[in-house]
């Protein structure tokens, strides 16, 4: 069974930073796009960041410039580095897979359980 599991998650003040990392099985890891969404309360889920199988990424408009996603091969975990936070960046963030890149989360196939972020003013 796939699984994706998020960690990292929690409470950091206005222009901090985190570290959002995924654990994902390796077939999962080699082969699929994978993507961080987020979804705050009575918003839509939106994505976030996303990095293809080569390395290639693509990032949403509204952190651009302020958050980095890698993968690392050693450890078949997906990690979204997030600085310069924001209030409006308080969300729940999700991990997700697909087997090519789909901007919308209908397009993915797999969905890590999801971890709480949220950023004081």
């Known amino acids: 069974q796939v699984q994706l599991v998020e960690s990292g998650g929690g409470l950091v003040q206005a222009g901090g930073s985190l570290r959002l990392s995924c654990a994902a099985s390796g077939r999962i890891f080699r082969s699929y796009f994978m993507a961080w969404f987020r979804q705050a309360p009575g918003k839509q889920r939106e994505l976030v960041a996303g990095i293809s199988s080569a390395g290639a990424t693509t990032y949403g408009d509204s952190v651009k410039g302020r958050f980095i996603i890698s993968r690392d091969s050693t450890q078949n975990t997906v990690n979204l580095y997030m600085n310069s936070l924001k209030p409006e960046d308080t969300a729940v963030y999700y991990c997700?897979?697909?087997?090519?890149?789909?901007?919308?989360?209908?397009?993915?196939?797999?969905w890590g359980q999801g971890t709480q972020v949220t950023v004081s003013s």
């Open positions: 997700a897979a697909a087997f090519v890149f789909a901007p919308s989360p209908n397009g993915y196939d797999y």
